[in-house]
């Protein structure tokens, strides 16, 4: 009797334990539901949850996703040829961010498309805003005419027909439009010093080590952040905050002091050498706090 090999059905899509918003009780990223077309992600209490029978497989997802948590499923392969997409034979519209990566990738500056086209003439036009943010080329629209090319000669000839145009897929995700771009920062990273108690949570819990506190200074480098907005969701005092932005990259630097609380003697850095409590004992105005 003949075995049949066993062939496992594909999984379906999903979303794996590595997304942001099971690690963090308040994780705010929503990235994925945003650019989800058809309302296949919903934010179900701390972990999103992909619905597969709704999910029509254009990856848009996939390019936003800042910690790569996506599972089973694939960027759209396109078509192109030189420094020319093609708008052609794919059913989804690329978003701004996987054109991006065609840009930087793999040199594309020009998409043909046919006239009618409104959704990839949007497409190309979100991106110029952003190119051109970035000090980078904008991309021009081809219409060409539709013509039928004579292979007569090449048959004669005896020499098979290759097509001029190449396929290819995209890397996805945050971390790979970051390290397209490094010199570019993706998201704006907003600190109130005023607010910031300088507890270190954003730096311990940051996987991209976009904020790294040391005893001299805290650093914030937005060239490295990726949108989690894991440092947003346990800022106790919400001294941080994260939004979208594109434009070259500028590292901050805070100088802070090591200093020592004149009533709970616990030792504390701060922005100001001169500060002599602690920020537990500030938000304790009644002395609670104070040793005797």
Excluded at 10 to 27: A, E, V, Y
Aim: proline share 8%; net charge positive; with cysteine.
């Amino acid at each position: 009797m003949r075995i049949l090999p066993f062939i496992s059905p594909l999984m379906p899509p999903g979303i794996s334990g590595h997304c942001l918003r099971s690690k963090t009780q308040r994780g705010g990223c929503s990235a994925c539901a945003t650019a989800c077309p058809t309302g296949a992600i919903s934010l179900r209490a701390r972990q999103p949850v992909l619905e597969a029978e709704k999910c029509l497989g254009c990856g848009d997802c996939l390019f936003v996703c800042p910690a790569d948590a996506i599972d089973s499923l694939s960027p759209i392969e396109r078509n192109y040829h030189c420094n020319t997409l093609s708008g052609k034979g794919n059913r989804f519209v690329p978003s701004v961010n996987e054109l991006l990566m065609w840009h930087a990738l793999r040199g594309i500056r020009q998409v043909s498309i046919d006239p009618g086209n409104t959704a990839w003439q949007a497409a190309v036009v979100a991106l110029n805003c952003v190119l051109a943010r970035i000090n980078e080329p904008i991309w021009q629209i081809l219409h060409p005419e539709g013509e039928q090319i004579d292979h007569s000669r090449r048959r004669w000839l005896g020499r098979p027909f290759t097509s001029p145009h190449n396929t290819d897929r995209m890397p996805v995700g945050q971390r790979a439009l970051r390290a397209a771009f490094p010199a570019i920062s993706w998201f704006q990273v907003t600190l109130e010093t005023a607010a910031c108690v300088l507890c270190g949570a954003c730096s311990r819990l940051c996987p991209e080590q976009a904020i790294t506190l040391t005893a001299n200074d805290l650093q914030i480098d937005p060239a490295r952040c990726t949108g989690c907005l894991a440092c947003e969701s346990v800022c106790f005092s919400q001294a941080i905050h994260i939004k979208p932005w594109a434009a070259p990259a500028h590292v901050r630097t805070l100088p802070v002091a090591a200093c020592q609380c004149r009533n709970c003697r616990a030792a504390f850095v701060s922005f100001s050498a001169h500060d002599t409590l602690c920020p537990l004992c500030q938000r304790h105005t009644h002395g609670m706090r104070a040793l005797t």
